[in-house]
């Protein structure tokens, strides 16, 4: 089966220590998703959630996934990123296969 997001390192670590450290009932997986639409573009969404019958199941770097069916080829080829900086820090979707816009 393909998967189609990818976890980065720092990611990795940053969901699992929250799995481990913020009370996450061991039946919930990380679910990924879209929501939106519209004018505004799609948005990414990441949380906590027991699985549902519309769901596909992966394991990515031993952190159980969920994603909706229908989301799937929505969240084709992105990769799940983490970034702390000293403004913010959360999780950033990064689609590779797009070039980043350069300014002239």
Avoid: W
Wanted: overall charge negative; hydrophobic content about 40%.
């Amino acid at each position: 089966m393909i998967i189609p997001v990818q976890i980065t390192e720092k990611a990795e670590a940053e969901i699992k220590n929250i799995m481990a450290n913020k009370n996450i009932p061991a039946d919930y997986s990380l679910r990924v998703g879209v929501k939106g639409g519209g004018c505004g573009g799609m948005s990414y969404a990441l949380g906590f959630d027991k699985p549902k019958a519309e769901d596909q199941q992966f394991e990515i770097a031993g952190i159980p996934v969920l994603i909706e069916k229908r989301h799937f080829m929505f969240l084709m080829g992105m990769q799940i990123d983490f970034f702390e900086g000293d403004e913010a820090r959360g999780f950033t979707f990064i689609n590779p296969d797009i070039p980043k816009r350069h300014d002239l």
